[in-house]
C-alpha cells in the first residue's frame, strides 16, 4: 500500500481543526484531517450545556477584553476572520443563529450537535481527505522543515505544511489529552506548563465545609479576588453558586484565570474572594436600611432583619462570622455593628485555596508559547511549514463563546496560511511505499 502525500494535514477534528480543514482545501491545497478518535468535534458537542455557545456579537475590542490569555496576540486572527465571518458562515450553511444575554451566540433549535453536524458535513463536502481513530504520534522533520506526521499505523504521511490542531488537556474523554506539547517540544517549541482555567475554586472556610451555604446562588454579584498583601487581582461581574468545595458558576470562572496564574506564581498562597452578597444597594444604601429597620422595628431579630435582605443561609453565615448572636434584637445593637453587618454583607469574605484540577476545567491555560507563533498566519517561528490553532496554543477566553471564536478565527488563519505556504513550498511530498 502507499501512503499518499498531502498539500497540508491538519492534526485533531476540533472546532480549530474542522475549520483549519476547511479553510486549507478551499484554499486550494489537499488536505488530510486526521482524528484521534471515533467523532469529529466531540468537545463542541458537548459545549454551552450541550447548546453549543458559538460565537459572542460583542465588539472585537470587548472581545479581546474577554481573552485574559495572550487576548492581543489574536488581533490579526480576529480581524481575518471574526465574530461576524463565524456568524455569516454559519448562516451560509443554513444554520440559523441568535443572540442572548451578555452577547452569547447559539443555534437557534438549543442543540450544538446542528453546528457540529454542519460542520463536518462541509468538511466533507469541500473534499477534505479525513482519517478517524487514528492517533498521530509525532512530527516528522527534514532539515528543520516540516516533512509530515506519524500515526500509530504510518512512520511518515507525508505533507508540505502541518496544521496542529490537538486542543488543550481539560476534560481529556474528548480526546484533548495534551499529546502535542512533546511534539512541539522536540521541534524546538516553549510549552508554557498547562494549567486550569474556567474552573470553580476550591475553599476550607468553615460555611464550605460544613455545606451552609451549598447550592446557593447570588445572581448578578460582583467578586472581588484580592492577594494575600491585598492587592486587587480582578473584579468580576455575573452569578455566583456556592458549592461543598467553594464557588462555582460564571463569575467563579472568571477569577480563575488569576487563581491559577497567582498560584503558578506563589504556590499554595490563599487568596480572597469578597463576595457582594446584596448586589441591588450599595454600602450607604444597605447601612441607611439597617438604621432605619432599628428604629421602625426594634423588637425584631437581627437575623430576621437581614433574611428580610439577604438569602436567609447567608445573612446567618455573615452574623456567625461576625460573632453576632442571632436573636439579638434590633435595639440592642449598636450602630457600630450594624455599620459591620452591612460591611460583611457587601464584603463577604471566601478564602481561596485553589481551583479544581486541569481536568475538570472548562478551559486549558498554558500550551504552545505564542511567543514563537508568528500571529500574521499562526506560522511556527522555529520549524518551517507548521502551524498552530486553537487551545493547543497558550491562550484562553472566558466562557461565554469566546473559546469557541478562537478556535475559529485561528483555525480559519492556520489553515488558510498553511494552503499558502504549501502553494510556493519547492520541496514535494514523498509518497511512502
Ligand atoms: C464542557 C465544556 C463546555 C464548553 N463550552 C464552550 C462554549 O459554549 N463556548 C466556547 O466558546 N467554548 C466552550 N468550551 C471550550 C471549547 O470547547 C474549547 O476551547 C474548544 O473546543 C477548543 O477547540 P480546539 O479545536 O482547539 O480543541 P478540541 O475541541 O479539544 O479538539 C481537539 C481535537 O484533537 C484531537 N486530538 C488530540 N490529540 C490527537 C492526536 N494525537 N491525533 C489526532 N487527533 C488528536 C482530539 O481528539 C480532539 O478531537 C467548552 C469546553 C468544555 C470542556
Known amino acids: 500500500m502507499v501512503t499518499p502525500a498531502f498539500d497540508v494535514i491538519v492534526v485533531g477534528g476540533g472546532p480549530a481543526g474542522l475549520m483549519a480543514s476547511i479553510a486549507a482545501q478551499t484554499s486550494g491545497a489537499s488536505t488530510l484531517l486526521i482524528e484521534k478518535g471515533n467523532k469529529l468535534g466531540r468537545k463542541l458537542g458537548i459545549s454551552g450545556g450541550g447548546r453549543c455557545n458559538v460565537t459572542n456579537a460583542k465588539p472585537l475590542p470587548e472581545l479581546i477584553q474577554n481573552i485574559p490569555g495572550n487576548g492581543r496576540f489574536l488581533h490579526s486572527a480576529l480581524h481575518r476572520f471574526s465574530n461576524e465571518d463565524v456568524w455569516a458562515f454559519f448562516e451560509g450553511l443554513g444554520i440559523r443563529l441568535k443572540e ?39 512530527l516528522v522533520t527534514d532539515n528543520g522543515r516540516i516533512a509530515g506526521v506519524s500515526t500509530h499505523r504510518h512512520a511518515l504521511v507525508a505533507a508540505k505544511a502541518v496544521v496542529i490542531a490537538t486542543g488543550g488537556c481539560s476534560v481529556p474523554k474528548t480526546g484533548s489529552t495534551g499529546d502535542a506539547y512533546p511534539w512541539a517540544r522536540a521541534v524546538g517549541h516553549t510549552i508554557v506548563p498547562p494549567y486550569p482555567t474556567e474552573v470553580p475554586l476550591t475553599s476550607d472556610e468553615w460555611f464550605i465545609r460544613k455545606r451552609a451555604l451549598q447550592g446557593l446562588s447570588v445572581r448578578n454579584t460582583t ?155 499562526m506560522a511556527s517561528k522555529v520549524c518551517k511549514g507548521l502551524f498552530f490553532c486553537g487551545e493547543v496554543m497558550d491562550v484562553h477566553a472566558h466562557t461565554g463563546g469566546y473559546n469557541i471564536t478562537v478556535a475559529f478565527s485561528t483555525g480559519h488563519l492556520a489553515g488558510a496560511s498553511a494552503a499558502e505556504y504549501a502553494a510556493v513550498s519547492s520541496v514535494e511530498p514523498v509518497e511512502q511505499p
Open 100 to 138: 442572548e444575554d451578555r452577547g452569547r451566540v447559539f443555534p437557534v433549535t438549543d442543540k450544538a450537535a446542528t453546528v457540529v453536524q454542519a460542520l463536518v458535513n462541509k468538511v466533507y463536502d469541500v473534499g477534505v481527505e479525513i482519517w478517524e481513530n487514528c492517533p498521530v504520534t509525532g
Open 223 to 377: 467578586v472581588t479576588l484580592l492577594d494575600d498583601r491585598k492587592k486587587k487581582l480582578t473584579v468580576e461581574h455575573g452569578d455566583l453558586l456556592f458549592t461543598h468545595f467553594g464557588l462555582s458558576g460564571p463569575v467563579a470562572l472568571r477569577c480563575s484565570h488569576y487563581v491559577s496564574t497567582t498560584h503558578r506564581k506563589r504556590p499554595g498562597i490563599r487568596l480572597l474572594a469578597q463576595v457582594d452578597g446584596h448586589p441591588e444597594r450599595s454600602l450607604q444604601e444597605l447601612v441607611d436600611e439597617l438604621f432605619h429597620r432599628k428604629s421602625a422595628q426594634p423588637k425584631r431579630h437581627l437575623s430576621n432583619v437581614l433574611s428580610d435582605l439577604l438569602p436567609e443561609r447567608l445573612a446567618h453565615v455573615v452574623l456567625e462570622t461576625l460573632g453576632i448572636a442571632r436573636d439579638i434584637p434590633m435595639t440592642d445593637i449598636q450602630n457600630v455593628k450594624l455599620e459591620e453587618v452591612a460591611k460583611q454583607t457587601k464584603r463577604f469574605p471566601v478564602a481561596i485555596t485553589g481551583t479544581l484540577p486541569l481536568a475538570q476545567a472548562t478551559v486549558t491555560g498554558g500550551g504552545v508559547s505564542v511567543k514563537e507563533i508568528d500571529p500574521r498566519t
